[in-house]
């Protein structure tokens, strides 16, 4: 098996860097358990004979493991949704959603400092409390990552901290009191 890391950057630069051995794969899979933990305090290091580069983990904007396994297993269950970043075919095409009973099918663009963006289809349980589904909307700023599976495969790591804002299609219909009511000029 073989694992290829990427690594997004609030200077919108992707660094990728791929690994072969399996007894090296196996630890940087184990760490991503503790991704609640990984851009906050120490530094992300990827080293290889070759070199060496040290991320600062607040300039990490999203950060994507591909692999030909399922990794979803290393990673925590985010809000009863499920994120999966969109291939450009899906870009392309149309989008039909909504909050259907206790469905809840979403596009969800993230926009992050430095102009990286990851368009997402958000698909999961509406919760039935109000507060709760208010509460899941305006707490991502304060989540200390939110995980993501790639189109082709693997999965990922946003940086809420890097966030700028994000848009979600079609509307919410359950705002908090004190938003902001107005259409796109």
Same mark, same amino acid.
């Given at each position: ?5 990427? *690594?997004?950057? @609030? &200077?919108?630069? /992707? %660094?990728?860097?791929?690994? @072969? ?13 503790? $991704?609640?933990?990984?851009?906050? +305090? ?11 580069? *040290? ?16 990794? $979803?297993?290393?990673? !925590?269950?985010?809000?009863? #949704?499920?994120?999966?970043?969109? $291939?450009?075919?899906?870009? /392309?095409?149309?989008?039909?959603? +909504?909050? +259907? +009973?206790?469905?809840?099918?979403? =596009?969800?663009?993230?926009?992050? &400092?430095?102009?990286? *963006? ?7 349980? =509406?919760? /039935?409390?109000?507060?709760? =589904?208010?509460?899941?909307?305006? $707490? #991502? ?18 940086? !809420?901290? /890097?966030? @700028? %804002? ?6 919410? !219909?359950?705002?908090? =009191? ?8």
């Amino acid at each position: 098996m073989a694992i290829s890391i990427t *690594v997004i950057t @609030t &200077a919108n630069r /992707a %660094r990728r860097f791929m690994q @072969t051995d399996a007894a090296c794969i196996e630890p940087i899979l184990e760490s991503l358990k503790r $991704s609640s933990q990984i851009f906050s +305090g120490k530094p992300l290091i990827i080293a290889s004979a070759g070199h060496t580069e *040290v991320f600062s983990p607040g300039s990490i904007a999203c950060l994507e493991v591909e692999a030909s396994r399922d990794l $979803s297993d290393y990673l !925590p269950s985010f809000l009863n #949704l499920t994120l999966t970043a969109l $291939s450009p075919e899906q870009l /392309a095409a149309p989008f039909a959603g +909504g909050a +259907g +009973g206790e469905q809840v099918k979403a =596009r969800i663009d993230f926009f992050f &400092a430095g102009g990286h *963006v990851l368009y997402t289809h958000a698909e999961g349980v =509406r919760e /039935a409390a109000l507060a709760e =589904r208010l509460m899941n909307l305006t $707490s #991502l700023f304060e989540r200390p990552a939110i995980n993501y599976h790639l189109a082709g495969g693997g999965i990922g790591l946003m940086n !809420p901290h /890097a966030l @700028t %804002r994000f848009v979600i299609t079609p509307g919410v !219909p359950d705002l908090p =009191r004190d938003a902001w009511v107005a259409d796109l000029a």
